[in-house]
């Protein structure tokens, strides 16, 4: 029963990593795989270099670079979301007015496909006709250079990143807020606590599963948030905003020649930085009682 399934994962995800792992140890470029001109059909001639790409990227200062703004994009990211989410959960999971109005609302982003999502961004950041500049214009405030000045623009694919990501955050803490028990709350407040004891003693240790696996999901979700930073920045301006999955493409697809097997090699070192995160995580929750 189980066959089908474990094929397709085969196919889908099995292939891939191991011909990107084999690729890896290779010395694979545009200039030496094989292909096909013409009629005439040219074999592959990269050879077998071992760790030689990998020994490369660690001792080049780009990946180094490249980690640090990644590891800050990702933190920021994932906390700020976590956080928001986190807030208005809790505000809707109150009984008020239009309650299931701003709930739909605040999923809408999660809705609508990320590349349109983007876009839109991409045209609200316009420095000259975008309507963020036009607002600040209209209160006698310069146009600020959202997508071409270095920190405004880390700023604003963080904003973006984030605005994409809270509906999944604000849906499963919403979900959690309500499995937790009504009676807890009312025999805290018969005994006196207030709502920051309630919130610090039973909201936050009822939400630690939950919270446990959307901060991992989150985490390698934004470690490899491909198509915000891309289609909104390009990883500009110059290379302010590159992350380490954003300058893996550039490599394989839009660099000349093209380099496969260095790409590889990045791709192969994200995938072991966020193992290594994972099984940290893991073990760290293990220590607070959270097996999962």
């Known amino acids: 029963m189980v066959a089908p399934v474990v094929l397709v994962l085969a196919v889908i995800i099995g292939y891939p990593l191991v011909r990107g792992l084999y690729l890896s140890l290779t010395d694979a470029t545009e200039a030496n795989v094989a292909?096909?001109?013409?009629m005439n059909h040219i074999p592959a001639t990269y050879k077998f270099v071992g760790l030689d790409n990998y020994t490369a990227v660690l001792s080049d200062s780009v990946f180094w670079s490249r980690l640090g703004w990644t590891v800050v994009w990702t933190v920021a990211c994932v906390g700020i979301t976590f956080t928001l989410g986190l807030v208005l959960a809790n505000l809707l999971n109150r009984k008020l007015k239009g309650r299931t109005f701003y709930r739909?609302?605040?999923?809408?982003?999660?809705?609508?496909?990320?590349?349109?999502?983007?876009?839109?961004?991409?045209?609200?950041?316009?420095?000259?006709?975008?309507?963020?500049?036009?607002?600040?214009?209209?209160?006698?405030?310069?146009?600020?250079?959202?997508?071409?000045?270095?920190?405004?623009?880390?700023?604003?694919?963080?904003?973006?990143?984030?605005?994409?990501?809270?509906?999944?955050?604000?849906?499963?803490?919403?979900?959690?807020?309500?499995?937790?028990?009504?009676?807890?709350?009312?025999?805290?407040?018969?005994?006196?606590?207030?709502?920051?004891?309630?919130?610090?003693?039973?909201?936050?240790?009822?939400?630690?599963?939950?919270?446990?696996t959307v901060i991992l999901l989150s985490t390698i979700w934004t470690f490899n948030m491909f198509p915000v930073i891309f289609l909104l920045t390009r990883g500009g301006p110059g290379d302010a905003t590159e992350i380490l999955v954003t300058y893996a493409y550039r490599l394989s697809f839009i660099d000349s020649p093209r380099n496969f097997s260095e790409s590889a090699a990045w791709g192969v070192l994200i995938l072991l930085l966020l193992s290594v995160v994972a099984v940290v995580y893991r073990r760290s929750l293990r220590k607070q009682g959270e097996v999962w």
Do not use: H
């Open 104 to 212: 739909l609302a605040l999923i809408l982003p999660w809705a609508i496909p990320a590349f349109i999502s983007v876009f839109t961004w991409r045209m609200l950041y316009n420095e000259k006709n975008g309507l963020l500049n036009k607002i600040l214009q209209g209160g006698g405030i310069d146009a600020v250079p959202w997508l071409n000045d270095p920190t405004w623009a880390k700023l604003s694919v963080i904003a973006v990143n984030v605005w994409l990501g809270v509906p999944f955050m604000l849906v499963a803490l919403l979900g959690g807020l309500q499995s937790i028990p009504g009676e807890l709350y009312e025999a805290a407040e018969m005994d006196g606590a207030s709502a920051w004891q309630r919130f610090r003693n039973i909201t936050v240790p009822s939400l630690r599963s939950v919270s446990s």
């Open 35 to 38: 292909r096909d001109i013409g």
